[in-house]
């Protein structure tokens, strides 16, 4: 398991070092979410499969989702067809498909290893999360709430159409 | 079965990712790539928080990630809704378009 932490921080600094010096919004992107998935990895041999789940599921879905949006949004022009093309060539796709591969590598290695159905001993459950969620962190949890519809509010009325 | 990975290495590695985040908030210009740079540093944060939890034994790390999500969240909707409106308005995704405040 200590292999698969090294490993999977290795993949992580790689890819958030090649997010910061693309040009290419796309690819940045493409490498930011195997950044994600490396350090869900990372949560997954701590024993926090939880929030390994929710980095995936939150981080590399929806907030990367949002991005890949506006990136999408914004390139509207006469640029974009030409771009297209550049997109789909098969040679962007080989970086983040190697690294993908070794962290595939990795939960199969995992899981064929015998430790999938890890009983006790340092491994969070969910369970335990929700009751200290709704417990003594109850407050903690009211003020995200407000700062979700705060987060809301404020992205309708960025959002709005300006009056002439 | 679990990591037994010493807890330096982990907080080391959540300091690196948030180096990394740092430099690309700094060194880059375009308001999209300064916000991935955003979201890198607020995923090491999480890291760091779960390396300690887990170090500990304790949940109180993964509740404060869950928290640091929600925050993520919230930011990024409001960011990538101000980015919009900053290419309506100057037509360029270069921060030093919008340097000058009006008043």
């Not at chain 2, 807890?7 to 300064?34: D, K, P, Q, S």
Request: hydrophobic content about 60%.
């Amino acid at each position: 398991m200590n292999l698969l932490f090294y490993l999977s921080a290795v993949v992580a600094l790689i890819t958030t070092l090649l997010v910061i010096t693309r040009t290419n919004a796309v690819h940045a992107l493409l490498y930011l979410i195997v950044s994600l998935l490396a350090v869900a990895l990372i949560f997954f041999s701590l024993g926090a499969p939880f929030v390994a789940a929710l980095e995936v599921i939150i981080y590399a879905g929806a907030i990367m989702v949002l991005f890949i949006f506006v990136i999408m949004m914004l390139n509207l022009g006469g640029r974009a067809a030409k771009q297209e093309c550049l997109w789909l060539r098969p040679g962007i796709w080989k970086g983040p498909a190697l690294l993908c591969g070794i962290m595939a590598a990795e939960l199969i290695y995992f899981f064929l290893s015998g430790h999938a159905r890890i009983s006790a001993g340092g491994v969070v459950q969910p369970k335990e999360i929700g009751i200290a969620l709704f417990g003594p962190y109850a407050l903690g949890v009211e003020l995200a709430s407000m700062l979700l519809l705060s987060g809301l509010v404020g992205a309708y009325h960025l959002g709005r159409p300006e009056k002439q | 079965m679990i990591a037994t990975v010493p807890l330096e290495h982990g907080l080391i590695l959540a300091a690196a990712l948030f180096a990394l985040g740092l430099t690309g908030v700094l060194v880059r210009r375009n308001i999209v790539f300064m916000l991935m740079s955003v979201e890198i540093m607020l995923n090491s944060v999480g890291l760091a928080f779960i390396v300690a939890g887990a170090r500990w034994g304790q949940v109180d790390g993964q509740v404060m990630f869950v928290f640091i999500l929600t925050m993520a969240a919230a930011e990024v909707s409001v960011g990538l809704a101000l980015v919009i409106l900053l290419y309506h308005r100057f037509k360029t995704l270069d921060a030093d378009a919008a340097s000058i405040m009006k008043g």
